[in-house]
C-alpha cells in the first residue's frame, strides 16, 4: 500500500509558474514509477509526466503540452514534484500523483497502469 499527498496548489495568475509536492510513503514504494495526471471539471483525466518506469531517473512528458511540465523526484525525502510554467486558464484542473508497479508492459499515459493515487491539489489559473 501506497499512501501519496498533493501539495502545492491554489489560485494564481496566468502566466506564472508553480510547483506542485506529493510525498508518497509505503513499503516499498521507494520503487514504484510516479505520475503526475489532472483533470478538469467535466473531462476526462490527462496525464502530464511520469519518473521511473524503466530507470530510476527516466523521464516521460505527455508531448501535447509541450516544454511546460517539470517532473522530479527526491527519494531521500519521497517526495515527486511537477513544476508547471506559463500557467493558462485551460491548466484549471484537480493534479493528483499516482504511483505504478514497475511492469514489463506499460502505457505510462495511462491512468490504469497507475495502482496508488493521492487524493489531488486543485489548480486554479485566473486570467
Known amino acids: 500500500q501506497v499512501h501519496m499527498v498533493e501539495s502545492g496548489g491554489g489560485q494564481v495568475q496566468a502566466g506564472t509558474t508553480v510547483r506542485l509536492s506529493c510525498i508518497y510513503s509505503g513499503q516499498g514504494s521507494s520503487n514504484y514509477a510516479m505520475g503526475w495526471f489532472r483533470q478538469a471539471l467535466g473531462k476526462e483525466r490527462e496525464f502530464l509526466a511520469a519518473i521511473g518506469w524503466f530507470g530510476s531517473g527516466a523521464t516521460y512528458y505527455n508531448s501535447s503540452m509541450g516544454d511546460r511540465f517539470i517532473i522530479s523526484r527526491d527519494s531521500a525525502s519521497r517526495t515527486v514534484y511537477l513544476q508547471a510554467s506559463d500557467l493558462t486558464p485551460d491548466d484549471t484542473a484537480v493534479y493528483y500523483c499516482?504511483?505504478?508497479?514497475?511492469?514489463?508492459?506499460?502505457?505510462?499515459?495511462?491512468?490504469?497502469?497507475?495502482?496508488?493515487w493521492g487524493q489531488g491539489t486543485q489548480v486554479v489559473v485566473s486570467s
Open positions: 499516482a504511483a505504478g508497479v514497475r511492469k514489463n508492459r506499460v502505457n505510462v499515459m495511462s491512468p490504469s497502469d497507475y495502482e496508488y
